[in-house]
């Protein structure tokens, strides 16, 4: 059924549909819609056998989530920011220990300074805790992977995060297809765990490892998420024949065909990047798009496959590993490695600088010309960075960087001297 709602709204109404018996809630801007949502459901009785339990904090919450699924209970969270970061004991905790649970991150840079918009610092700090990470485009693609992840969780025995680009999709009023209950049920089976604790058949979970062990237990970690590389495109399939749309898998791509110029990126950004390649494309360039959903696993070959013929390779990522630059595009470089494509890596959008059309279409235009640099910060101010640079170097006391910068710009009145 059509129905024009808030992202969030939407999110809330996937899970509600996909039948959680347990959900753990700790408000963070920007995800707290969704766990409000579900809240109301639950107090309504819209949303019926499930225990909604508000904590005292993010990392009581994934916890709380952790004990449920322990104990067979399908469990929900969602957090953002500085809130996964506290629960970073706990992230690690849930994929050591194998427990299925879906947690919706609503990505939002983390401080300091302190920052409540958009990027993806945020889940990229996790990406080798264990957990696989799905990114959604849409509102619509974020119901559905939500739906979805929690039938490759279960599968598997593994925890997901479902990302969503905090306001850009999550306080979005978007138009999405709203499945019926009984779709969900048919597609989505009741929970069966692959483990539980039972005090008829007692067994102890996490327990200590030692050295003789503990390759072997990480190993197979990575073999699980190896199978999710198989799994992943296979429940988007049984999705598509449910509900009738292509939602989810490893990859999707754009114009890929006769592409010279191949954009990759992750999240709502793709949008403005499949518009502005209209663009060009109607000026004979040939580019296209490739977007990854599945940054963990990390799907090398199919990003090696839909890269084969492309002269040029441009990651566009809403995230910086400072002191060496790119994150997806080093996972990039490593699929299309012994190849002679340079991997150009764009950083944008941090902190929720608005990605223009404008500002792609230039950037794209130098990398075709071959005059992109292998590491881009798009629309950076260099008057305002150099300006920082060489009055530290002329005084010794110069100050937070974040206020000298907005004292530079005017945003905060100047020292009274």
């Given at each position: 059924?059509?129905?024009?709602?808030?992202?969030?709204?939407?999110?809330?109404?996937?899970?509600?549909?996909?039948?959680?018996?347990?959900?753990?809630?700790?408000?963070?801007?920007?995800?707290?819609?969704?766990?409000?949502?579900?809240?109301?459901?639950?107090?309504?009785?819209?949303?019926?056998?499930?225990?909604?339990?508000?904590?005292?904090?993010?990392?009581?919450?994934?916890?709380?989530?952790?004990?449920?699924?322990?104990?067979?209970?399908?469990?929900?969270?969602?957090?953002?920011?500085?809130?996964?970061?506290?629960?970073?004991?706990?992230?690690?905790?849930?994929?050591?220990?194998?427990?299925?649970?879906?947690?919706?991150?609503?990505n939002r840079a983390i401080g300091a300074?302190?920052?409540?918009?958009?990027?993806?610092?945020?889940?990229?700090?996790?990406?080798?805790?264990?957990?696989?990470?799905?990114?959604?485009?849409?509102?619509?693609?974020?119901?559905?992977?939500?739906?979805?992840?929690?039938?490759?969780?279960?599968?598997?025995?593994?925890?997901?995060?479902?990302?969503?680009?905090?306001?850009?999709?999550?306080?979005?009023?978007?138009?999405?297809?709203?499945?019926?209950?009984?779709?969900?049920?048919?597609?989505?089976?009741?929970?069966?765990?692959?483990?539980?604790?039972?005090?008829?058949?007692?067994?102890?979970i996490g327990a200590m490892v030692g050295?003789?062990?503990?390759?072997?237990?990480?190993?197979?970690?990575?073999?699980?998420?190896?199978?999710?590389?198989?799994?992943?495109?296979?429940?988007?399939?049984?999705?598509?024949a449910e509900f009738q749309r292509d939602?989810?898998?490893?990859?999707?791509?754009?114009?890929?065909?006769?592409?010279?110029?191949?954009?990759?990126?992750?999240?709502?950004?793709?949008?403005?990047?499949?518009?502005?390649?209209?663009?060009?494309?109607?000026?004979?360039?040939?580019?296209?798009?490739?977007?990854?959903?599945?940054?963990?696993?990390?799907?090398?070959?199919?990003?090696?496959?839909?890269?084969?013929?492309?002269?040029?390779?441009?990651?566009?990522?809403?995230?910086?590993?400072?002191?060496?630059?790119?994150?997806?595009?080093?996972?990039?470089?490593?699929?299309?490695?012994?190849?002679?494509?340079?991997?150009?890596?764009?950083?944008?959008?941090?902190?929720?600088?608005?990605?223009?059309?404008?500002?792609?279409?230039?950037?794209?235009?130098?990398?075709?010309?071959?005059?992109?640099?292998?590491?881009?910060?798009?629309?950076?101010?260099?008057?305002?960075?150099?300006?920082?640079?060489?009055?530290?170097?002329?005084?010794?006391?110069?100050?937070?960087?974040?206020?000298?910068?907005?004292?530079?710009?005017?945003?905060?009145?100047?020292?009274?001297?």
């Amino acid at each position: 059924m059509l129905e024009q709602c808030e992202g969030s709204h939407a999110v809330a109404a996937a899970i509600a549909l996909s039948r959680p018996e347990v959900i753990c809630a700790y408000p963070i801007s920007p995800q707290t819609h969704i766990v409000e949502g579900l809240g109301e459901m639950v107090k309504s009785g819209a949303l019926t056998r499930c225990e909604f339990i508000n904590v005292e904090s993010e990392f009581a919450a994934l916890s709380v989530a952790i004990g449920a699924s322990a104990a067979g209970a399908r469990a929900y969270t969602a957090t953002a920011s500085q809130g996964l970061l506290y629960m970073a004991e706990a992230v690690y905790n849930a994929s050591g220990l194998g427990l299925p649970i879906v947690m919706t991150v609503a990505n939002r840079a983390i401080g300091a300074p302190i920052n409540i918009w958009n990027d993806h610092t945020d889940s990229m700090s996790m990406r080798d805790a264990g957990w696989l990470q799905l990114f959604a485009e849409t509102n619509q693609e974020a119901l559905d992977l939500h739906i979805q992840a929690f039938k490759i969780a279960e599968e598997l025995s593994l925890p997901v995060m479902v990302c969503m680009d905090g306001f850009i999709l999550t306080h979005a009023y978007e138009r999405v297809d709203m499945p019926e209950q009984a779709q969900v049920d048919s597609f989505l089976p009741p929970y069966e765990p692959r483990q539980v604790l039972d005090p008829a058949e007692p067994i102890t979970i996490g327990a200590m490892v030692g050295p003789e062990a503990f390759t072997e237990v990480r190993y197979l970690a990575h073999a699980k998420q190896m199978q999710a590389l198989e799994l992943i495109p296979q429940i988007a399939a049984e999705f598509k024949a449910e509900f009738q749309r292509d939602s989810g898998g490893l990859i999707k791509t754009y114009l890929l065909g006769d592409a010279d110029t191949i954009v990759i990126a992750l999240g709502s950004v793709l949008g403005t990047i499949k518009d502005t390649v209209d663009d060009l494309r109607s000026t004979g360039e040939k580019i296209g798009v490739l977007g990854i959903t599945s940054f963990r696993p990390f799907p090398i070959e199919a990003i090696r496959s839909a890269t084969q013929n492309a002269k040029r390779i441009v990651v566009v990522e809403k995230c910086l590993a400072v002191g060496i630059g790119g994150i997806v595009s080093r996972d990039v470089r490593s699929a299309v490695q012994n190849r002679p494509q340079p991997v150009l890596c764009v950083v944008a959008g941090l902190g929720g600088r608005a990605i223009t059309k404008a500002s792609l279409s230039k950037m794209l235009l130098q990398a075709i010309a071959d005059k992109l640099e292998l590491l881009t910060f798009l629309d950076l101010d260099w008057q305002i960075v150099n300006r920082v640079l060489a009055r530290e170097k002329l005084q010794r006391r110069s100050g937070p960087v974040a206020e000298g910068i907005l004292r530079d710009m005017g945003a905060v009145a100047s020292k009274v001297g």
